[in-house]
């Protein structure tokens, strides 16, 4: 009797689990979340179909249609500029090293002193626009390596959770993005054509943000339509002004990304929407990434939630930074090298030696902006400040 009641039980549930299943998937199809994934995955197929294409219909005794290739390339460019603000948030280290890194080695100490050869959309530009007769097994062995990294993480994206928060941040973050990478051709360097592409990466943020146009508030619906039409804008800028060595980067930047941006920050605020917890580099609740509170500085410390008498800490730091009692002598201090009133240097080419006789093996370099530093000394031997005062 029991072994009926438990066979009777898992009838059931094979019988309904899909149905419920069904009507669960029915309940998120127009939601922003879904919008945002079948908008992603709907690219990335067709960038699939692009790469795939790439060395198709080849035949051994002719030479690869370079016209073809080229062709294809600039497609696969468009789809993955479109969801590139999506890879680049949840996949950053695939974005890096597989994706869109440039075309060089890299040495990364934070994975084990690795180092990584080249390998995605930059290595394809320099195979197909070179003026060399192109190799077919060297083609397709990195549109395969490209294929198959944009497969794993496309199934990985079919199941990943989204929330409206990392929607808009990654969002926000892209328009970053824009104003340091893309406009400056980082990943065009051959074809010279990051204006245009910058277009796709415009057209992106405006379909995921057309996914909150669902909302009946009308606030919500006004900011909306003030960001759009500056989309709009500064799409339409871009078109009129492809070419990227006569481009004005600094007129996009402060007529159209900077008032983007601060609408951008209005908006999540209207939305009432709460920030993620995610710590970042800029600040997501600044109007400006040029305000003085646009970047989080916090986020590059060591002691990133070390908020307590934060004014406190600074006073005390700046008494011990012109103080000679930190150091073995009781005669040096760090302004003894970093001196403000240059540039928080010493303007000579090596250093004091620190008995005064003689100088050191090592210049002191300014302490501008030294918080932003991945790494410090010239064989990058520690990762932040606090180490760096330690060594020396």
Known sequence: MHLKYVAGILFLCIVFTPVLFSFSNADNVN?????????????????????????QNRVDSLPLNRNHLKEEYRKARMYYKRVEFFIEYYSPFDAKYYINGAPVKKYDIEHKNKIFDPHGFQVLEQIIYSKDSISYSILNNESS????RLTILKEYYKTITLSKNNMLEMLKLTLVRIMGVNLNGYDCTVNKENIIETTYVIEGI???????????DKEISAALKIMNKELNEARTYLAK???ADTFNRLHFITQYLNPLYKDFTLFYLKTGIKFSKVSYAINMKSSSLFAENGLNKQFFSLYKDDTIHINEQAQLGKLLFFDPILSGNNKRACASCHQPNKAFTDGVDKSIAFDLKGKADRNAPTLLNVIYQKSFFYDGQVFNPEEQVSVV
């Open 31 to 55: 939601t922003p979340e879904e919008n945002c994934r079948q908008y992603v995955l709907s690219n990335m197929v067709s960038l699939e179909k692009c790469l795939v294409s790439m060395h």
């Open 145 to 148: 390596l490209l294929l198959t």
């Open 206 to 216: 405006e379909k995921v943000l057309s996914a909150f146009e669902l909302s009946d």
């Open 241 to 243: 002004h492809p070419h």
